[in-house]
């Protein structure tokens, strides 16, 4: 008699099992992914001879998003693998967010594979110093993928060169009336009927305070405004609105209400710090209004900033690597790049976590996170296994009452074989 039929039953199982017994050691693996047993009849001259597993495969659906609290545990919530590149130089792809970064400013994974994505545009120059303008350039998505690096260096500090002010000038006052007096440093008198400062930084990063003083003049809708620093007046120039309240434009709808005709006015050559260069600030003054309430200041901005050191990273929904600064100043370090396949389950387990391209997987299809077909980027948290226990469990239970089942298979043919022999 044949035992082809029991033995092959038997190997099965055992695949099954072996396989239940793989995911249910690593439910609490991050980013793993469950494998299923598939089994096909076996036939030789149409009749049964037992079973064969004719595939393993790899169940790709999303695990839970767990919070973890640590900004280099990263999710991908939705498609796509990270794209590492091996000690050996290989590169590998991963679901487990579990990063670090090393003394280097390299980032990392526990088995030290690096982190690939789009890096910086070295193109990119300031003032023709290269070294100093690099870290701090746009990145170049879109371009090569490399191993993403964290520099360490200090941003350097930014003079001002533009403030934009968002005001309002209260259409009550009137001309010569009411007016607020300055002593300015050399004697002479500042009149106004509204001010403001704000901070303004040299090219060494010194902070100047900087007041603009506005006056009502003559008797249509000028203002005249004065910036002041150290007691010093360093410029004036007009503000002209339209009796409906808003700076005048032309028909393109360009503001030309600053300066008689001009979108904006440029005070030059206010002093800055000892050896620091002079300030020559632009002030805009776009949606700023005329209208009948208290004069105020709604909002002010300006690009100058002092220096400021690296105090920590963070990574965006898009990938992006920000640098954070003492100065409050961000900066970008890199973006996360992200790989799609058209035939997921083609990829080749490889352990650690990762996975190598096939022919069958196809080639990868690169792209930045949240783009196309790929997932978002979720810091703090990780993915977790998509194994469930009680699937699992209720598997290894089956696989073995049938493994059982096929053994009593052969202790049956074993029986009606010894019957036969004793005849």
Same mark, same amino acid.
């Given at each position: 008699?044949?035992?082809?039929?029991?033995?092959?039953? !038997?190997?099965?199982?055992?695949?099954?099992?072996?396989?239940?017994?793989? *995911?249910?050691?690593?439910?609490?693996?991050?980013?793993?992914?469950?494998?299923?047993?598939?089994?096909?009849?076996?036939?030789?001259?149409?009749?049964?001879?037992?079973?064969?597993?004719?595939?393993?495969?790899? *169940?790709?659906?999303?695990?839970?998003?767990?919070?973890?609290?640590?900004?280099?545990?990263?999710?991908?919530?939705?498609?796509?693998?990270?794209?590492?590149?091996?000690?050996?130089?290989? /590169?590998?792809?991963?679901?487990?967010?579990?990063?670090?970064?090393?003394?280097?400013?390299?980032?990392?994974?526990?088995?030290?594979?690096?982190?690939?994505?789009?890096?910086?545009?070295?193109?990119?120059?300031?003032?023709?110093?290269?070294?100093?303008?690099?870290?701090?350039?746009?990145? !170049?998505?879109?371009?090569?993928?490399?191993?993403?690096?964290?520099?360490? @260096?200090?941003?350097?500090?930014?003079?001002?060169?533009?403030?934009?002010?968002?005001?309002?000038?209260?259409?009550?006052?009137?001309?010569?009336? $009411?007016?607020?007096?300055?002593?300015?440093?050399?004697?002479?008198?500042? @009149?106004?009927?509204?001010? *403001? *400062?704000?901070?303004?930084?040299?090219?060494?990063?010194?902070? /100047?305070?900087?007041?603009?003083?506005?006056?009502?003049?003559?008797? %249509?809708?000028?203002?005249?405004?004065?910036?002041?620093?150290? %007691?010093?007046?360093?410029?004036?120039?007009? !503000?002209?609105?339209?009796?409906?309240?808003?700076?005048?434009?032309?028909? $393109?709808?360009?503001?030309?209400?600053?300066?008689?005709?001009?979108?904006?006015?440029?005070?030059?050559?206010? +002093?800055?710090?000892?050896?620091?260069? +002079?300030?020559?600030?632009?002030?805009?003054?776009?949606?700023?209004?005329?209208?009948?309430?208290?004069?105020?200041?709604?909002?002010?901005?300006?690009?100058?900033?002092?220096?400021?050191?690296?105090?920590?990273?963070?990574?965006?929904?898009?990938? /992006?690597?920000?640098?954070?600064?003492?100065?409050?100043?961000?900066?970008?370090?890199?973006?996360?790049?992200?790989?799609?396949?058209?035939?997921?389950?083609?990829?080749?387990?490889?352990? $650690?976590?990762?996975?190598?391209?096939?022919?069958?997987?196809?080639?990868?299809?690169?792209?930045?996170? %949240?783009?196309?077909?790929? %997932?978002?980027?979720?810091?703090?948290?990780?993915?977790?296994?998509?194994?469930?226990?009680?699937?699992? !469990?209720?598997?290894?239970?089956?696989?073995?009452?049938?493994?059982?089942?096929?053994?009593?298979?052969?202790?049956?043919?074993?029986?009606?074989?010894?019957?036969?022999?004793?005849?």
């Amino acid at each position: 008699m044949s035992f082809t039929t029991a033995v092959a039953g !038997l190997n099965a199982q055992s695949e099954k099992l072996n396989s239940a017994g793989n *995911n249910i050691a690593n439910s609490q693996t991050v980013g793993y992914k469950r494998s299923d047993v598939l089994f096909a009849d076996v036939f030789a001259a149409s009749r049964g001879i037992g079973v064969q597993v004719s595939d393993v495969r790899q *169940n790709f659906t999303q695990g839970s998003i767990e919070s973890t609290g640590r900004n280099l545990d990263l999710a991908i919530s939705g498609e796509g693998f990270y794209r590492l590149e091996r000690s050996t130089g290989e /590169v590998g792809y991963s679901r487990n967010g579990e990063f670090g970064i090393t003394a280097t400013g390299d980032i990392v994974n526990a088995q030290g594979d690096r982190l690939m994505g789009y890096g910086m545009d070295r193109g990119v120059t300031v003032d023709t110093d290269d070294q100093q303008a690099f870290p701090f350039s746009n990145v !170049l998505v879109g371009g090569a993928p490399q191993a993403l690096n964290v520099p360490i @260096d200090d941003i350097p500090a930014k003079a001002t060169t533009e403030v934009n002010a968002l005001l309002n000038l209260d259409a009550r006052v009137v001309s010569g009336q $009411n007016l607020n007096t300055l002593e300015l440093a050399n004697g002479a008198e500042l @009149d106004y009927h509204f001010s *403001n *400062n704000f901070t303004a930084y040299d090219s060494l990063g010194n902070a /100047v305070n900087v007041a603009t003083y506005f006056e009502r003049v003559g008797n %249509g809708n000028q203002w005249d405004v004065t910036a002041v620093t150290n %007691g010093v007046a360093r410029g004036t120039f007009t !503000l002209d609105f339209t009796q409906s309240g808003r700076l005048a434009t032309d028909a $393109n709808g360009v503001v030309t209400g600053v300066n008689g005709g001009a979108a904006s006015a440029t005070i030059a050559n206010i +002093p800055g710090g000892v050896d620091a260069e +002079p300030l020559d600030v632009e002030f805009l003054f776009n949606g700023s209004t005329q209208f009948a309430a208290d004069s105020l200041q709604k909002e002010l901005n300006q690009d100058g900033f002092t220096s400021g050191a690296l105090a920590g990273i963070t990574v965006t929904e898009t990938g /992006v690597i920000q640098r954070n600064f003492t100065n409050g100043e961000t900066r970008a370090a890199g973006q996360i790049a992200l790989a799609s396949f058209r035939n997921e389950e083609g990829l080749q387990p490889l352990g $650690n976590n990762l996975w190598a391209s096939t022919n069958a997987s196809g080639l990868e299809n690169l792209g930045a996170p %949240g783009t196309g077909r790929l %997932g978002q980027i979720q810091a703090e948290a990780v993915e977790a296994s998509n194994v469930d226990l009680a699937s699992e !469990l209720v598997d290894t239970i089956v696989a073995q009452r049938s493994y059982q089942a096929n053994s009593n298979t052969i202790s049956t043919q074993d029986e009606l074989l010894q019957t036969i022999i004793n005849l």
